[in-house]
């Protein structure tokens, strides 16, 4: 389901008219949230054999202050990031108020992306790593599949909402 779509559905059936009115706030976009995010840290630390050596990356256009402009940088299309190395547990310590956009252990053993521009955090992992992140009871986690999208019409469930200009 899509935010979009839930909103639309409220709004069809007479609850709402999309501004927060039946529901207080909307999912955090670009950013997994901030209760979640020690929650995932803590298992992803158990499911990697290096979680004192983890990278992350924040995208350089949330605006941030004092980058040293020779640090690392990577780059993806429409996207540069600034780079920063650490633990897993370093995850949830905000850069400049930002949570990492991307953050991966140097085995590789899972990978965390969240786009700045999506409500939806992913994680490439073991299917071990993901049920326990699935069954942890404490975060709001699905199983997905490289068919589903995360696009304004994706929403298979929900009636569209109006086509973003």
Known sequence: MEWGSVLEAGIRNGRGDGSGVVWATSPDTGQLDPHDLPVAADILAMQTSCPDDCWF???EGLGFNDIDVDGPRMALPERHHVLFHGAVADAVTRFQGFAPSIWWPADRAWFVATDVDLMSTYVGSTTE?????????ELEAIETSADRTTWWDSDTINPLPPEPI
């Open 129 to 137: 790593c993901a049920s326990l992140l699935r069954d942890s009871g």
């Open 57 to 59: 990356r924040f995208w």
